[in-house]
């Protein structure tokens, strides 16, 4: 077939990585740390008000390696009746990704972005699993746009900076003339 591409063609071995691609690959994904606590579980009246629930979300990534970084997504989820907690989840879904000839600012945004969207998945399920296994309803952690959240935070460190440097302050390793 003339469609075809024969990956042997013109001398080129097809198992040889170019030294320079840019390369991302998760390589393991693990439950760092969880926490589940019921303190109202069998006091909680039938007749009581629907929980209102509060999540947190925090990422943060560890160089573990120059080329392995492990990114931890951290969730906080807790049921308050009557500003009385019912339930209180904490996970923290961590992951260890490899990285190579990716730009820091390109490699920043993977990092707070894409990461974090991988491990997701894996945090919500842990955190329905733990509430069903208490005995309350699964809690489905929305949606989070961590691309907003990325540039929110750029953003909030820009404005910082900025401050800093218009009340005197130095930003670290610099030198005010």
Do not use: H
Not at 32 to 49: C, G, T, Y
Not at 107 to 135: E, H, M, N, W
């Amino acid at each position: 077939m003339a469609d075809e591409i024969n990956p042997t063609s013109n001398n080129v071995d097809p198992n040889a990585l170019d030294a320079t691609a840019r390369q991302f690959a998760p390589q393991v994904i693990y439950l760092k740390d969880v926490s589940f606590e019921s303190p109202m579980a069998l006091r909680l009246p039938p007749d009581a008000p629907t929980p209102q629930v509060n999540m947190n979300i925090n990422t943060s990534a560890n160089p573990m390696t120059p080329e392995l970084f492990e990114v931890v997504l951290t969730i906080n989820v807790q049921a308050n009746v009557n500003d009385k907690p019912v339930w209180l989840c904490e996970v923290q879904q961590a992951g260890a990704f490899a990285f190579r000839n990716i730009p820091e600012q390109e490699l920043r945004r993977i990092l707070g972005v894409f990461c974090p969207t991988y491990l997701l998945p894996y945090a919500r399920q842990t955190i329905s699993d733990l509430l069903t296994k208490g005995g309350f309803p699964p809690f489905l952690v929305p949606p989070v746009n961590f691309d907003a959240l990325f540039d929110q935070a750029m953003q909030q460190a820009a404005a910082q900076q900025v401050a800093q440097q218009s009340d005197g302050i130095a930003p670290p390793n610099s030198t005010l003339n």
